[in-house]
């Protein structure tokens, strides 16, 4: 199976994004043609002949953007809120060809990133509507494709902030019944924990020579939170591309920027013993209630936060490259 994956993932979805040429060339190729790459229409394919048996390859169709829209912007904002109007949610052939429905949910996260953060949750919420309303076996294969792209914390695509809308039309639909709204819910209440644009959680950690100190009391323009375990091979690849990155050091050294890193963990006699890899300008603790888990959701190892000097969340769950990407654009905006 040959899934294209995502692109232009790794620009902050709290700002307002430069569209890129990539989808005026997308969506040109559908203005006044039957349709892109997928061609055909959402319920008809290319029979086989098998004995008495015919086999339909269900196909996709995307949306034709009509030829008097010449606005870049107008031309995806139509594209995007059109995409599954061809698409047959209640067919349940779509299941098992993820060459096809899979391949589409890529193409779609590829054109939606380029949206405003806010247009691009309700048009989320919108497909995933649609989709609860037609078969719940399509319905549930959408939301475990939404699993994997948006919420794995292994997924290069991870979005929390566009898996909300999934949550929530699992929570509200009567397609679910409540044992199967368990898991969404525990999900949706991890979610919008330090969600972006709001306060982080505060916390009381201790260094290694017992000296304490809370998230509260640091004050500088940026703080990178850091939840890290240094015996891990992940959290170590962390620690030396934040202290290779020139910006961030540059920050550091301005005192613009705090690195704050936390140890989650129980194990304290092992990470005093790992405590050397830290460069010496960060801050470095750890929980000393052990409860810090019950505040952030650390799924995985390492956890990235970037936070402003109030303490409100800029980016959470985040990777490297799209902390650097955020405090590039930022300092370019100064």
């Not at 086989?48 to 904002?77: C, G, W, Y």
């Not at 037609?134 to 475990?144: A, D």
């Not at 290779?244 to 705090?258: A, K, P, Q, Y």
């Amino acid at each position: 199976m040959a899934i294209v994956t995502v692109t232009g993932m790794a620009t902050a979805m709290g700002m307002e994004m430069k569209k890129s040429k990539i989808y005026i060339i997308i969506i040109s190729l559908c203005i006044g043609l039957s349709g892109c790459k997928h061609g055909g229409n959402a319920t008809s394919g290319q029979a086989t002949h098998n004995d008495a048996a015919q086999v339909v390859t269900p196909k996709f169709r995307p949306p034709e953007v009509p030829a008097m829209i010449s606005d870049p912007n107008s031309q995806l904002e139509y594209f995007v809120k059109h995409y599954w109007d061809y698409f047959d949610f209640a067919d349940t052939s779509y299941v098992p060809t993820p060459d096809i429905t899979e391949q589409a949910w890529v193409d779609y996260m590829d054109v939606l990133f380029r949206l405003p953060q806010h247009k691009a949750q309700e048009e989320m919420k919108s497909m995933i509507s649609k989709s609860a309303g037609g078969s719940k076996k399509l319905f549930l294969y959408f939301t475990e494709i939404a699993d994997k792209y948006l919420y794995d914390p292994n997924s290069p695509t991870r979005n929390e902030e566009l898996y909300i809308p999934v949550l929530e039309v699992m929570i509200q639909t009567p397609a679910l019944d409540d044992t199967e709204k368990i898991r969404p819910q525990m999900r949706l209440d991890w979610a919008l924990k330090n969600r972006m644009g709001t306060k982080a959680a505060d916390f009381q950690y201790t260094g290694i020579a017992g000296q304490t100190g809370t998230l509260y009391q640091i004050n500088t323009t940026y703080i990178l939170l850091f939840f890290n375990d240094p015996g891990c091979t992940s959290c170590i690849e962390h620690i030396e591309g934040i202290r290779n990155s020139v910006m961030m050091n540059r920050l550091i050294s301005e005192r613009r920027l705090t690195v704050l890193s936390i140890y989650p963990e129980q194990n304290i006699e092992e990470w005093k013993k790992n405590y050397a890899v830290y460069p010496a300008e960060w801050l470095k603790g750890y929980d000393p209630s052990f409860t810090i888990g019950d505040k952030y959701d650390l799924k995985a190892s390492p956890t990235l936060y970037l936070l402003d000097r109030d303490k409100t969340v800029l980016l959470k769950d985040a990777t490297l490259p799209l902390i650097e990407n955020y405090l590039a654009y930022m300092l370019q905006q100064q």
